[in-house]
């Protein structure tokens, strides 16, 4: 079991940054990989970036690819999501989320855990 808190969004104007966390608590953190997904209002979940529990794969969806960095810290239980350059149409509910395994998936079918998500809205 794996129980994973999200920290708080917020409200940015568009070209502005922000950054989410994610900690982890239950079993190894470092044997499972880890993902962000969002979901805006009318709209299914989607693929954001996700990470392998080494850290060395990342993939991410097209629309962030330049602009959000995922990373992890496995001695901290902690992922970490750098948004720069945001839209307006980067705004909507953030989730993260692990899967028992080490590799990154992008479906999110395939996450086991997931956290309560977290709001993000960016201002044009």
């Known amino acids: 079991q794996v129980q994973l808190v999200e920290s708080a969004g917020g409200l940015v104007q568009a070209g502005g940054s922000l950054r989410l966390s994610c900690a982890a608590s239950g079993r190894t953190f470092s044997s499972v990989a880890m993902g962000w997904f969002r979901q805006a209002p009318g709209k299914e979940r989607e693929f954001v970036a996700v990470?392998?529990?080494?850290?060395?794969?990342?993939y991410y969806a097209d629309s962030v690819k330049g602009r959000f960095t995922i990373s992890r810290d496995n001695a901290k239980n902690t992922v970490y999501l750098q948004m720069n350059s945001l839209k307006p149409e980067d705004t909507a509910v953030y989730y993260c989320a692990a899967r028992s395994g080490a590799i990154a998936r992008m479906r999110p079918s395939e996450y086991d855990y997931w956290g309560q998500g977290t709001q993000v809205t960016v201002s044009s």
């Open positions: 990470i392998s529990w080494r850290g060395g794969t990342t």
